[in-house]
T-cell receptor
Framework: DADVTQTPRNRITKTGKRIMLECSQT?????MYWYRQDPGLGLQLIYY???????NKGEISDGYSVSRQAQAKFSLSLESAIPNQTALYFC?????????????FGPGTRLTVL | KQEVTQIPAALSVPEGENLVLNCSFT??????LQWFRQDPGKGLTSLLL?????REQTSGRLNASLDKSSGRSTLYIAASQPGDSATYLC??????????FGAGTTVTVRA
């Protein structure tokens, strides 16, 4: 089984709908991240969490919210989806000291907002 | 703000040729630099991590170099194979756990 799973893998929705993307991990890592990827651009950090009680905004948090339900679960919500939120969304986890910290990624969720 | 650039955006080579992928970054105060591979439908996989005190790292056919002072890293893949076809991304870490990513180089190895 994959260490980092994301559901759903694909989602098509309409403008104004509320959407939740879920991420679960079995790696036992404290740190979790949500990124979005747009064609021709690098991954951009939306939110990150260093433990269950720690939530931080990333570079592009406007229009998004998150919930860290447990060490293993980190959900991303779009309260009112808009077309420019169409993108590939990745969840990642990490652990270890700063100098050697490696992030482990889920398979991604492809979201289309019509 | 850290800017990470990867050139070229796409590369097509015949099987057996060596691959050279470039990454440049604007702020040399980094903790480490990582190279990732991205396959469609499978997310990103870490290939190599070079700490700021290191000049290079090797894993099998892969070798990555780091020149912090000039803000550059190069990923070499020797004797390319069709299975090496993927998008390769570099990412740099400054003084926290956040990564700054380049847009990637999409590699096609022709059989």
């Amino acid at each position: 089984d994959a260490d980092v799973t994301q559901t759903p893998r694909n989602r098509i929705t309409k403008t104004g709908k509320r959407i939740m993307l879920e991420c679960s991990q079995t790696k036992g890592h404290d740190r979790m991240y949500w990124y979005r990827q747009d064609p021709g651009l690098g991954l951009q950090l939306i939110y990150y969490s260093f433990d269950v009680k720690d939530i931080n905004k990333g570079e592009i948090s406007d229009g998004y919210s998150v919930s860290r339900q447990a060490q293993a679960k980190f959900s991303l919500s779009l309260e009112s989806a808009i077309p420019n939120q169409t993108a590939l969304y990745f969840c990642a986890t990490s652990d270890g000291p700063l100098s050697t910290d490696t992030q482990y990624f889920g398979p991604g969720t492809r979201l289309t907002v019509l | 703000k850290q800017e990470v650039t990867q050139i070229p955006a796409a590369l097509s080579v015949p099987e057996g040729e060596n691959l050279v992928l470039n990454c440049s970054f604007t702020d040399s105060a980094i903790y480490n630099l990582q190279w990732f591979r991205q396959d469609p439908g499978k997310g990103l996989t870490s290939l190599l991590l070079i700490q700021s005190s290191q000049r290079e790292q090797t894993s099998g056919r892969l070798n990555a170099s780091l020149d912090k002072s000039s803000g550059r890293s190069t990923l070499y893949i020797a004797a390319s194979q069709p299975g090496d076809s993927a998008t390769y991304l570099c990412a740099v870490r400054r003084n926290d756990y956040k990564l700054s990513f380049g847009a990637g180089t999409t590699v096609t190895v022709r059989a």
